[in-house]
């Protein structure tokens, strides 16, 4: 199972970015995904998450500004950014709890991280 994430980059601060994290390989089915972050000197931390039935929690520190969102026939997570801040650079990595076929166990799987970066 792979994640891979698309979408980051450098924009302005109040500009916009969407990322993109599609898995593949061999799955069955997806459960939570999620996205995070980790600063430069910081731990990563959970910025939102949705469950396969699209409940969703956020950090509080960009609620009212990313959303999250999934389609679960692509096996793809969505982050869309809104109003950047400058303390929203960070690596963004995504992670999927993956059910994998033919009986394999769960798999807690991580993409390689995609670079924000906002500019004041």
């Known amino acids: 199972v792979q994640l891979q994430a698309f979408g980051g980059g450098l924009v302005q601060a109040g500009g916009s970015l969407r990322l993109s994290c599609v898995a593949s390989?061999?799955?069955?089915?997806?459960?939570?995904m999620g996205w995070y972050r980790q600063a430069p000197g910081k731990q990563r931390e959970l910025v939102a998450r949705?469950?396969?039935?699209?409940?969703?929690n956020y950090a509080d520190s960009v609620k009212g500004r990313f959303t999250i969102s999934r389609d679960n026939a692509k096996n793809t997570v969505y982050l869309q950014m809104n109003s950047l801040k400058p303390e929203d650079t960070a690596v963004y990595y995504c992670?999927?709890?993956?059910?994998?076929?033919?009986?394999?166990?769960?798999?807690?799987?991580w993409g390689q991280g995609t670079l924000v970066t906002v500019s004041s």
């Open positions: 992670n999927a709890d993956v059910k994998p076929r033919f009986g394999r166990p769960p798999v807690d799987s």
């Open positions: 390989g061999s799955i069955f089915s997806i459960n939570n």
């Open positions: 949705i469950t396969s039935g699209g409940m969703t």
